[in-house]
């Protein structure tokens, strides 16, 4: 058995109760007080993730913007000093590789934080396109930096009565440096849970005291992975190597917004000529009697399998179950009733519009 | 590394973290509180009917956490004669009480020998004990 990487705050966590469990070879926290209660938390009020176990590579250098440019289907060239991008690294199929944030952080100085099942392969990319261009790379994961997500309606603002008030000027999906004490945080207003917040990066030892003090105030609840993930399936986020992989396309993915084909990247050309002609794209069910779909189940119209899970749970925010699959084309859309097998019981559902759960504005 | 779960003295327990409370010729089944641990908050359950025949150590039941579905083995053979109907709209009980408002069937014994097969709670402590340790 090859043994697990540890995160920096572990002992924190396990002091609290956490139940830890494996995830891209760290083990993690999966819950402390209950998966329900942690997602609720973020619904309403804030919780704190550490996923420090995300890939994540600083690059400074002239070149960077290109270099990166050459790879993703963002360009990061675009980006104002502060501004970030989602998008993907894709093969020359246009599968997507992985998915990933490019953020910048000021002039040829730009952070790539991806999935950390991937970190290696995104990591590899990136070198391979550099090399020899003079962008300095630097793997921030294996420098000892933590990284914390505080997630959740007041969770911005529990941040910045917590830190500085300076974080509560930076607008959603920017991100900015800021020295406090001695010590340096990048604030990324972005996340995984379809709530406002920020994600956190910062040297291990002020992190803890920063999670110290989040957890102390009562602003915000520990919260594990159990969680991160229903809260991302409720917002109909994809999930990499469930929902997105290299044998999917961003058009099939409903991710199209997340391409912009008018520069220069691998996967361009097969992603041009795929484009309108897709068959099969990611849908949202919502099943109509008590059960739980789970990734992989066969999804039916009729008697007939027109698709599979690849991610399912239960929502707490509806009561009910919610899965994401790829459905044929004139089956995507909403309202089309089909039903799920759960080995061997056909559980009722029907589709719905992208996501189950938006924060009301 | 040792349980702070709960493990009543009254009870028997099977390897599958069943418990099962022999009152005449009647039992209560239920999960123990270490596997409602394992399985975290626990979301559906699908229970038999009342009518229904189990033997001993065959799957009867399903619990679906927000982790993962987890089936449950009949500690005892005998016919379902009641299920918890709290279980439909309150699953979460099993998580909160189990022992408790969190059982799940009332079974009519058809083997009272079968009791000797299962474990005492010292036996079952020492397997759950063995199961953390494993897991470390």
């Known amino acids: 058995m090859t043994s697990l990487r540890t995160l920096p705050l572990r002992d924190r966590y396990a002091a609290l109760g956490a139940r830890f469990g494996e995830f891209a070879g760290w083990d993690m926290p999966l819950w402390f007080t209950g998966a329900i209660d942690e997602h609720m938390a973020v619904r309403q ?11 994540r590579f600083r690059l400074r250098g002239a070149a960077a913007a290109s270099k ?25 199929s246009g599968g997507i590789i992985d998915d990933l944030i490019i953020y910048r952080l000021g002039d040829d100085d730009y952070l790539v934080i991806c999935n950390a099942a991937n970190a290696a392969t995104v990591g590899g990319l990136i070198e391979g396109a550099i090399s020899g261009s003079g962008v300095e790379m630097a793997g921030l994961r294996e420098a000892g930096t933590v990284l914390l997500a505080v997630q959740g309606p007041a969770a911005v603002d529990a941040v910045g009565a917590l830190l500085t008030p300076g974080v509560l000027s930076i607008p959603r999906r920017q991100c900015r440096e800021i020295e406090l004490g001695g010590v340096s945080y990048l604030f990324m207003r972005t996340g995984y849970t379809g709530e406002d917040g920020f994600e956190v990066l910062v040297d291990a030892d002020a992190a803890g005291a920063f999670f110290d003090r989040l957890i102390d105030s009562g602003e915000a609840l520990p919260a594990g992975l159990a969680a991160r993930d229903s809260l991302r399936l409720e917002a109909a986020l994809a999930l990499h190597g469930h929902d997105i992989d290299e044998t999917t396309t961003p058009w099939e993915a409903g991710l199209s917004w997340a391409v912009e084909l008018d520069h220069d990247f691998r996967g361009r050309d097969a992603l041009v000529e795929a484009k309108d002609k897709t068959t099969r ?30 991610s399912g749970g239960h929502s707490p925010m509806l009561g009910k179950s919610i899965a994401l699959a790829y459905l044929p084309r004139r089956l995507a859309r909403e309202g089309v009733s089909l039903s799920v097998d759960l080995r061997g019981r056909r559980l009722p559902a029907h589709t719905v519009k992208r996501p189950f759960y938006s924060h009301p504005e | 590394m040792t349980t702070d779960s709960q493990i009543p003295d009254d009870l028997l327990y099977s390897t599958e973290h069943e418990w099962l409370r022999v009152e005449g010729g009647r039992a209560t089944v239920g999960i123990t509180d270490h596997a409602q641990d394992q399985l975290g908050d626990i979301v559906y359950i699908d229970l038999p009917k009342a009518g229904l025949a189990v033997s001993f150590m065959a799957k009867f039941a399903e619990i679906e956490s927000v982790k993962v579905a987890s ?3 009949a500690p005892a053979s005998g016919e379902v004669v009641e299920v918890n109907p709290a279980l439909e709209d309150s699953p979460e009980l099993v998580n909160k009480d189990p022992y408790g408002e969190g059982w799940l069937v009332v079974l009519r014994l058809t083997d009272a020998a079968e009791a000797d097969k299962l474990l005492s709670p010292a036996a079952y402590r020492e397997l759950v004990n063995k199961e953390l340790g494993e897991h470390q």
């Open chain 2, 71 to 73: 089936e449950v083995f």
């Open chain 1, 45 to 55: 009020k804030a919780g704190v993730f550490d996923i420090t176990h995300m890939g």
């Open chain 1, 281 to 310: 794209r990611l849908a949202c069910l919502v099943a109509d009697a008590p059960g739980v779909i789970r990734g992989h189940c066969d999804v039916y119209d009729g008697d007939q399998v027109v698709g599979t899970v690849t």
């Open chain 1, 68 to 92: 990166l440019g050459s790879l993703f289907t963002r360009d990061p060239a675009r980006l104002a000093a502060g501004g970030s991008a989602y998008g993907f690294a894709c093969n020359d």
